[in-house]
């Protein structure tokens, strides 16, 4: 029995390699965060009639996280694939 290998769905996965695909999604999704958050937040979508309190301004950037995460997780599986191909040693 080997420690370091766990069973998701099924199929057995190396712990490591399933650590280093959360960690790509983390950047994909911290990537796609920034993007959103400087478009929402651009004069584009700026509303002169009722200016943004606070807390929409705190709630926003914490929907568009986790929309970021699902995003990533679940529609960036090619570019999480190029990172971790990127991160192999040759």
Do not use: R
Not at 80 to 88: C, M
């Amino acid at each position: 029995m080997n420690i370091s290998s766990i069973t998701l769905n099924g199929a057995p996965k190396d712990y490591h390699n399933l650590k280093k695909e959360e960690v790509a999604a983390e950047l994909v999704s911290s990537v796609f965060s920034k993007v959103f958050k400087d478009m929402y937040n651009s004069k584009a979508f700026e509303n002169t009639l009722l200016p943004k309190s606070n807390t929409e301004k705190w709630f926003n950037d914490m929907i568009i996280d986790q929309y970021s995460v699902l995003i990533a997780k679940n529609n960036m599986k090619p570019l999480i694939n190029d990172i971790l191909k990127a991160y192999q040693k040759p």
